[in-house]
């Protein structure tokens, strides 16, 4: 059976887009993430509400999104990932976030979802690709004979690593380390990389 390696984006390959806006703009409420709020849905109503109060546009963020790096190792990471197999970045971020990132990472195959924006530049609305779309991509490989390894460090990751045929949390909350102590859990590339490994060359 072919496999295919899927991983999420925010805290496995590139900081937290949010975490990055709210430290420049000193907007404290901005550091949550899928880590502290498992609802996508609400997390994202606080979130607009927010930029609404504050004024800031989408420009404002595509600024910070601008002077964001990749963490050390991770094209290196990636890239070996990809001479061995394909590989499929599955986010919950969205494509007019995510461009300048996939740019520094080469450009890996991104499933993702959209930002609705007004003639001003402000954000006013989202707009999933699918509800549950990290979950639903992985069944979706695996209906087209593909198994599938799934790596990520929130909430929202844990359908899609469940889901899969093998997977790990990297650089998780310890609280989710602590909810999920069936999944493996890994700290640097080096690790996540021989656990990948394994699967790759597994029978």
Known sequence: MQK??????EGV????IWINVAKKTGIEALKRTTRDEPDYDVLMRGRLAILEEHKLSLSDIQHVIATMEPFGGALEF??????QTQVI?????????????MKKLLYPTLFCN????DQNSMIID???????????????????????????????????????????LFKAPQQIIQDEPQLPSTQTYAELSAIVQEFLFQR
């Open 4 to 9: 295919i390696v899927c991983l999420d984006l």
């Open 89 to 101: 970045i599955l986010s919950d971020t969205f494509t007019q976030f995510a461009q300048p990132l």
């Open 114 to 117: 959209t930002l609705v924006v």
């Open 126 to 168: 989202y707009r999933l690709r699918q509800d549950n779309g990290k979950y639903k991509a992985v069944k979706a490989l695996q209906s087209l004979g593909f198994s599938v390894f799934a790596a990520g460090d929130s909430y929202n990751d844990l359908t899609m690593i469940k889901a899969a045929d093998g997977g790990a």
């Open 13 to 16: 390959l590139v900081p937290e």
């Open 78 to 83: 990636l890239n070996s990932l990809k001479e």
